[in-house]
Nanobody, 123 residues
Framework: QVQLVESGGGSVQPGGSLKLSCAAS????????MGWYRQAPGNQRELVGS???????KYTDSVKGRFTLSRDSAENTVYLQMNNLKPEDTAVYYC??????????WGRGAIYWGQGTQVTVSS
């Protein structure tokens, strides 16, 4: 079994910053991708960004230049540094991790989701 623990959400004023973290633990052979999604009320869950095992990130257009993904592969942890936050960034942010486990082997892998952390940007 794999567990994801998220932290770092909260409330900030527009222009402020927050840093989210997500740590994966449990029966993990390897983590092949880590990322963040978000879901605002009334909206579908959308990809914010993801980062590969080799550290190559990709971002949705609306956060490029403001958000930065990084990962600590030794600790199976992914970070999302969010700067210049805007009210439209308000959402529940979910960590998303792709892993190989003893159960999956090195084939398809499995996707796990964090419990979600609220980010509110408001003046």
């Amino acid at each position: 079994q794999v567990q994801l623990v998220e932290s770092g959400g909260g409330s900030v004023q527009p222009g402020g910053s927050l840093k989210l973290s997500c740590a994966a633990s449990g029966s993990i052979l390897s983590v092949y991708e880590m990322g963040w999604y978000r879901q605002a009320p009334g909206n579908q869950r959308e990809l914010v960004g993801s980062i590969t095992s080799s550290g190559v990130p990709k971002y949705t257009d609306s956060v490029k230049g403001r958000f930065t993904l990084s990962r600590d592969s030794a600790e199976n942890t992914v970070y999302l540094q969010m700067n210049n936050l805007k009210p439209e960034d308000t959402a529940v942010y979910y960590c998303n991790v792709g892993v190989y486990t003893p159960a999956t082997g090195w084939g398809r892998g499995a996707i796990y989701w964090g419990q979600g952390t609220q980010v509110t940007v408001s003046s």
